[in-house]
Nanobody, 117 residues
Framework: QVQLEESGGGLVQAGGSLRLSCAASRNIFSDYNAGWFRQAPGKQREWVAEIFSSGALRYGDDFVKGRFTISRDNAKNTVYLQITSLKPEDTAVYYC??????????WGQGTQVTVSS
């Protein structure tokens, strides 16, 4: 079993930046892909970014537009999501997940990001 724990969320003004962290209970990211998702109030969960076990990166829809950067530190069993130029519409609970071939087997509990205008 693997536990994922997100951190780094909080209240930030529009235009600010945050770095979210996702720490795994053991070394899995060399074997599993890691993804970040978000869910805004009243909306469906949406995929934000993915980093493959190979290190390749993939990003979501237009809202990403260079403002989101996913990265990984294998030595710390941690995946990061850097978000810059935050907008009020980025307000959501951000989740990380680990899995293979789109099957996200492990999820964290989420971290709240609130962007004030």
């Amino acid at each position: 079993q693997v536990q994922l724990e997100e951190s780094g969320g909080g209240l930030v003004q529009a235009g600010g930046s945050l770095r979210l962290s996702c720490a795994a209970s053991r070394n899995i990211f060399s074997d599993y892909n890691a993804g970040w998702f978000r869910q805004a109030p009243g909306k469906q969960r949406e995929w934000v970014a993915e980093i493959f076990s190979s290190g390749a990166l993939r990003y979501g829809d237009d809202f990403v537009k260079g403002r989101f950067t996913i990265s990984r530190d294998n030595a710390k069993n941690t995946v990061y999501l850097q978000i810059t130029s935050l907008k009020p519409e980025d307000t959501a609970v951000y989740y990380c997940a680990a899995g293979l071939y789109g099957n996200w087997a492990y999820w964290g509990q989420g971290t709240q990001v609130t962007v004030s205008s």
